[in-house]
């Protein structure tokens, strides 16, 4: 992947209202994007968002119709940010667990295939561009506090593989970004360190100038790459491990 500078690039968010995606959505301001999609299910959550240079969007990644309706409406976009992100599941027993799964599965696998499949046209008009899907640490060794959470990013792991190498043709890069856990709505309960959003955010945009297909953008993130990388096995091990020190 080569170098691409944000700077008077042309960039979607989903889930710009709040935790990192606002934090993206106010870095990439920052760093003097030409103009910023901020997406959200309710727009009137992105208020403050008050930047001439954003289109505020209305965007709920599992409606099919409001996916076609914010990409006709961005037809200029060059780098998306697939961020919308839904975590419920803490258990693999009790009456709700399969409904549970099914809408993480819905937001967090099959939004961001949802959204790839109808703006790579798009992107490959507007010279290759850019997506980049924020995954999670979870997606490559499940964390059992949330399995289904966890299996639903493990599907799009796979899918960010699979894209980055079926959208090489048209000239477009797939980056994968995995976190670890960041101070946000979604991590509220965890008693475990969490990262600032907006040094995550720095992070990722580092890492989309620089070029890098994997971003692991928080220390916990950068040593659990390391570990997943030298043994995969013993992540799951590690990750357990840790549970059962948290349950202690």
Known sequence: MTMRKLTRAIVLVTGANRGLGRALADELLERGVKKLYAAARDPRTLAALDDPR???????????????RAI????D???????????????????GVLDQAQREMDVNYFGPLRLLQRIAPTLAKNGGGVFVAVASVAGLTNVPFLPTYAASKAAL????????????????SVVGVYPGPIDT????????PKTAPRDVAIAILDGVEAGREDIFPDPFALDFGRAFEASPKDSERRVAAMMAGAAA
């Open 185 to 192: 709505d979604m991590s509220r309960g965890l008693a475990i």
């Open 72 to 75: 006709d409406a961005a037809p």
């Open 157 to 172: 792991h796979s899918l960010i593989q699979a894209a980055r190498v079926l959208l090489a043709g048209q000239g477009a």
């Open 54 to 68: 954003v289109v505020k969007l209305r965007l709920d990644v599992t409606d099919a119709d409001q996916v076609q």
């Open 77 to 95: 976009v060059q780098i998306v940010i697939s961020n919308a992100g839904l975590a419920l599941g803490t258990a693999l027993e009790g009456p």
